[in-house]
């Protein structure tokens, strides 16, 4: 292997260890909180040495926001619109945006996690998210949900009674997948029930017709 090879796969293999170390840091900070998460446990899931993170990262919170930082950015790619999606009609782009939606919230449940674990105590962490990461994505989601509620597809509510709802529904049964298989036998992280669960609201929130009345 020569020289530039080299470098090339350690710089690879330090990209990975780092999305491994972060992502092991959301899931601990998802599960127990700030305060109950520590810096060796964290360590311990990712399967690298306790210094390490210290090295990287130098303290619990620097860490906890670096990990939030990759946390959007990764919604952000997740969430990307497919080619053509702006040439569909207002309905079918608020259908293409849910079913999304609610994969993402499916595939990465620890953000919804560490959002309520942070709003529960209002914290200074929470204050910083929502100045760096959360406004903007709410200005963006904004725009997109006046569109759609302007052409009909949504009724006529205030945007932070819609944005509430619709997060709400497509997060609760993958933040609360445990709950939810004990109580109901289904495990709602596989794939064909987290299809299901987004046809689902698609039709409740978007394909609802009034029920038609019987005459005597």
């Given at each position: ?10 710089e690879e293999?330090k ?17 127990r909180g700030?305060d109950?998460?520590?810096v ?6 990712a ?26 950015e ?5 969430m990307r ?8 009609s ?5 259908r293409?945006?849910?079913k ?17 674990q ?35 597809v ?8 819609l944005?509430?709802i ?5 997060q609760?049964?993958?933040m ?9 036998g ?10 299901l ?8 929130l978007l ?7 019987d005459?005597?």
């Amino acid at each position: 292997m020569d020289q530039a090879s080299a470098i090339g796969t350690r710089e690879e293999q330090k990209r990975e260890t780092r999305a491994k170390i972060l992502q092991a840091a959301l899931e601990q900070f998802a599960e127990r909180g700030f305060d109950g998460a520590s810096v060796r446990d964290i360590a311990k899931r990712a399967g690298v040495i306790h210094g390490l993170i210290k090295y990287h990262f130098e303290s619990k919170e620097k860490l906890w926001m670096t990990a939030v930082d990759y946390l959007f950015e990764r919604q952000t790619i997740e969430m990307r619109e497919p080619e053509g999606f702006q040439e569909l009609s207002a309905s079918e782009q608020a259908r293409n945006w849910l079913k999304r939606y609610v994969r993402y919230c499916a595939k990465y449940p620890e953000h919804a996690r560490i959002m309520v674990q942070e709003s529960v105590c209002d914290s200074e962490r929470l204050a910083w998210a929502v100045e760096k990461h959360i406004k903007r994505n709410h200005n963006h989601s904004k725009t997109m949900m006046s569109h759609w509620r302007d052409h009909g597809v949504y009724p006529d509510i205030p945007y932070y009674i819609l944005f509430s709802i619709i997060a709400a529904v497509s997060q609760s049964p993958f933040m609360l997948a445990p709950s939810v298989a004990h109580s109901s036998g289904v495990d709602v992280t596989r794939p064909e029930q987290i299809d299901l669960y987004a046809d689902t609201l698609i039709a409740l929130l978007l394909d609802h017709k009034d029920p038609q009345v019987d005459t005597v």
